[in-house]
């Protein structure tokens, strides 16, 4: 989520190519768009392919994200189009846990998302899903106060245990279970488990009310809905991104 903006050099817009196709959302089959199906581990970024994923609301026009090498990079400084950029999975998932690598240019963010919804009624994906940040600890070092805003905290509820994230340039590791029926959330970060909370109940309901999301008609009130990886001012990388329906 965005929080603060740092000028990216203009040297870094040539480290990366636009793929030519824009991602779609897949139409094909409901059964295999909507919902994921089987409890095996299942590959999200597909080679050099936008295959699973499209932009949020399905906007042909959006333009930002590329694909080389088996990784994914949002460049704001290419990106075109009105609204939200951000990346979501056609499939739609409830329970999972998921697995990917991450890395930012200096002063840049994104996050995770989970539970996604895409009626026109929510402008941005962050309306409805909880986030899990992706920031470059460079932002927050030292500010205690904004530590539910560092990497790995969920975003602007609970701040991570420990401040185990690799400065920007760097590949970081995520693996992240959301299980609704456990209600259970748990972030494993560079190895470390550095977070886990509920997921709905009192609890969640107290940690919402103290947010800036505690008047939010629709944040975190699907249990199923898509995954989304997110724009922002920078340059962010995904890579070897799995998941796995539990």
Same mark, same amino acid.
């Given at each position: 989520?965005?929080?603060?903006? /740092?000028?990216?050099?203009?040297?870094?817009?040539?480290?990366?190519?636009?793929?030519?196709?824009?991602?779609?959302?897949?139409?094909? $089959?409901?059964?295999?768009?909507?919902?994921?199906?089987?409890?095996?581990?299942?590959?999200?970024?597909?080679?050099?392919?936008?295959?699973?994923?499209?932009?949020?609301?399905?906007?042909?026009?959006?333009?930002?994200? $590329?694909?080389?090498?088996? %990784?994914?990079?949002?460049?704001?400084?290419?990106?075109?189009?009105?609204?939200?950029?951000?990346?979501?999975?056609?499939?739609?998932?409830?329970?999972? &846990?998921?697995?990917? &690598?991450?890395?930012? $240019?200096?002063?840049?963010? $994104?996050?995770?998302?989970?539970?996604?919804?895409?009626?026109?009624?929510?402008?941005?994906?962050?309306?409805?899903?909880?986030?899990?940040? /992706?920031?470059?600890?460079?932002?927050?070092?030292?500010?205690? *106060?904004?530590?539910?805003?560092?990497?790995? *905290?969920?975003?602007?509820?609970?701040?991570?245990?420990?401040? %185990?994230?690799?400065?920007?340039?760097?590949?970081?590791?995520?693996?992240?279970?959301?299980?609704?029926? *456990?209600?259970?959330?748990?972030?494993?970060?560079?190895? %470390?488990?550095?977070?886990?909370?509920?997921?709905?109940?009192?609890?969640?309901?107290?940690? /919402?009310?103290?947010?800036?999301?505690?008047?939010?008609?629709?944040?975190?009130?699907?249990?199923?809905?898509?995954?989304c990886i997110q724009d922002h001012p920078g340059i962010i990388s995904y890579r070897n991104m799995k998941v796995r329906a539990l």
């Open positions: 989520m965005k929080l603060k903006y /740092v000028p990216l050099l203009a040297l870094a817009t040539s480290l990366f190519v636009a793929c030519e196709n824009a991602p779609k959302k897949t139409t094909e $089959s409901t059964e295999t768009t909507t919902e994921a199906s089987t409890n095996e581990w299942q590959n999200l970024i597909q080679n050099d392919s936008f295959e699973g994923w499209h932009y949020y609301q399905n906007d042909d026009s959006k333009k930002g994200w $590329s694909i080389a090498d088996g %990784v994914l990079t949002f460049n704001s400084e290419l990106a075109e189009g009105k609204g939200d950029k951000s990346l979501l999975t056609d499939q739609e998932f409830e329970n999972f &846990e998921i697995m990917f &690598e991450w890395k930012v $240019s200096p002063g840049s963010n $994104s996050g995770f998302m989970w539970g996604v919804n895409e009626s026109e009624l929510y402008e941005f994906p962050y309306e409805t899903g909880p986030e899990i940040q /992706v920031l470059d600890p460079e932002v927050y070092k030292g500010d205690e *106060a904004n530590q539910v805003h560092a990497a790995g *905290a969920l975003y602007d509820m609970i701040a991570p245990s420990q401040l %185990v994230t690799k400065p920007a340039g760097e590949w970081n590791t995520y693996h992240i279970t959301i299980n609704q029926e *456990a209600n259970e959330g748990i972030v494993v970060h560079n190895d %470390v488990e550095i977070n886990r909370f509920p997921l709905h109940g009192p609890e969640w309901d107290a940690m /919402v009310a103290k947010s800036k999301f505690a008047d939010w008609e629709g944040f975190g009130k699907y249990r199923k809905g898509h995954l």
